[in-house]
RNA sequence: UGACCGAUUGUGUAAUGGUAGCACGACAGGUUUUGAUCCUGUUAGUCAAGGUUCGAAUCCUUGUCGGUCAG
């Protein structure tokens, strides 16, 4: 039987690099490609020639491995998928995650399509996820796993991938544990054993928000209005009818506030440059606890804070995701009009998991949690789990 | 204009003659392949000028500014 061919993502880190190594001695044809997919530095915090070194450090890691090793710049279209994205959901008030559409737009698709051309079988990454195969009713699925770092799992970041995409990927490194990951490098003198491990936006890497949108969305003064912690919008009680939609609305219902429901405590200079739950750069001080966002309305240019982490208007009992933006990574579970799925969800990466229940109706999903939920935000995805299988996942409107 | 009250880091406040603290903010690190959150550390102040006292944020005088009554 012919060897099959794996296409690695080489980023530089240690562990794509360990993945790769893991292949190869799992008798894999391993290549290394490296992704070029950035070149602006504006708004990067932390000097900005990164980029440079990890191309480097990625090139002398396949030196090491004696795999081959190329390069690739898919600059154009991740700038038109990810970051035109990123742009057009902070213009609605979203708080947009790039790193999701960076996997379902970039590395599972233009990547892998590029895998496909150089006849490889498959495109590998060093994402802390596992893969499995099920054959139910004859048809073979691909089952997206948690991986078995509990504290590392990324699984959350490859909620928007298809079977499609799966039958084609391999995480070398999703039953390792990041601290053996770290000694497999070191055992090997890989020469990014000990490299810190990289953050921010994928590819674009850790930079200043506001500094960032600004290229696009200008800045404009606007009013910071303080909700005090008794607004009634918080005890509305539930609607008694017996119409279950009505009870799920009620409860995946966002807040809604007008300037008159608080005061004026401050000024910020653009609404959308701040997401729900966020605390640093608002410039208020003199309270007795930290003032938190609890929402913002870009429309009107305003933010709407709490005082302290348990004000009400940071929690929400549901959320709901219109039919649209569902995404079902396993097609044979997806929930027909009407059924309930009892799932552990999250809403955010390394969040634990979260006990809930996803009720589908006609034109949505309410996802209703057992425990009130902090900093729900629209844009955001929601993942969900059926044990450590990500089964699929949806916008948060 | 008269009377009274007040003035402490960027903000809100403690300290009634004896080491100027706390919270929030801001800044810097740490955690984190999104945005956030979170953790640690740093920062900075007695309105001004005199006086009493061994010693003044604190007591006295004057001024400046702010507030409340009176008009």
């Not at 020469?191 to 000990?194: C, P, W």
């Not at 302290?308 to 009992?317: I, M, N, T, Y």
């Given at each position: 039987m012919k060897t099959k061919k794996v296409i690695v993502g080489l980023s530089g880190g240690v562990d794509s690099a360990v993945a790769a190594y893991v292949l190869r001695e799992q008798g894999y044809d391993v290549h290394a490609v490296f992704m070029i997919n950035w070149h602006d530095t504006t708004g990067?915090?932390?000097?900005?020639?990164e980029n440079d070194e990890d191309q480097k450090v990625a090139e002398l890691v396949a030196k090491q491995l004696d795999i081959p090793f190329e390069k690739v710049d898919f600059s154009e279209i991740y700038a038109k998928k990810v970051v035109d994205y990123m742009f057009s959901e902070y213009e609605k008030g979203r708080t947009p995650n790039p790193d999701v559409l960076c996997n379902r737009e970039i590395k599972f698709d233009v990547f892998l399509d590029k895998a496909m051309e150089l006849n490889a079988d498959f495109v590998a990454t060093g994402h802390y996820c596992r893969k499995e195969t099920i054959t139910t009713n004859d048809k073979t699925y691909y089952r997206l796993l948690a991986g078995s770092d509990n504290n590392k799992d990324q699984s959350y970041f490859l909620c928007q991938l298809s079977q499609s995409q799966l039958e084609k990927a391999l995480f070398p490194i999703g039953d390792v544990e990041k601290p053996e990951v770290r000694r497999i490098a070191d055992e090997i003198s890989l020469?990014?054993?000990?490299k810190k491990d990289s953050q921010g936006i994928c590819f674009v890497g850790k930079v200043d928000l506001p500094t960032f949108l600004q290229q696009q969305l200008k800045a404009q003064t606007g009013d910071i209005i303080k909700i005090p912690e008794t607004h009634p919008q918080y005890n509305v009680s539930e609607p008694t009818g017996n119409a279950e939609i009505d009870l799920l609305k009620h409860q995946s219902r966002p807040y809604i506030y007008k300037p008159e429901d608080g005061e004026k405590v401050g000024e910020h200079d653009g609404a959308h440059f701040f997401t729900i739950g966020q605390r640093k750069g608002l410039g208020i001080g003199g309270m007795k606890q930290p003032p938190f966002v609890i929402e913002t309305d870009t429309i009107n240019n305003i933010i709407y804070i709490g005082e302290?982490?348990?004000?009400?208007?940071?929690?929400?009992?549901g959320l709901f995701i219109s039919k649209e933006e569902l995404h079902w990574i396993r097609p044979d579970l997806e929930l027909k009009t009407g059924e309930v799925l009892e799932t552990d969800a999250r809403i955010r990466y390394r969040q634990p998991l979260q006990k809930a229940k996803l009720h589908m109706k006609t034109n949505a999903a309410y996802l209703i949690f057992d425990e009130k939920q902090r900093g729900i935000t629209s844009g955001q995805f929601a993942a969900f789990y059926i044990g450590d299988e990500l089964i699929g996942s949806g916008v948060i409107a």
């Open positions: 990067l915090l932390s000097g900005g020639c020469i990014n054993a000990k302290g982490k348990k004000h009400p208007g940071l929690f929400r009992k």
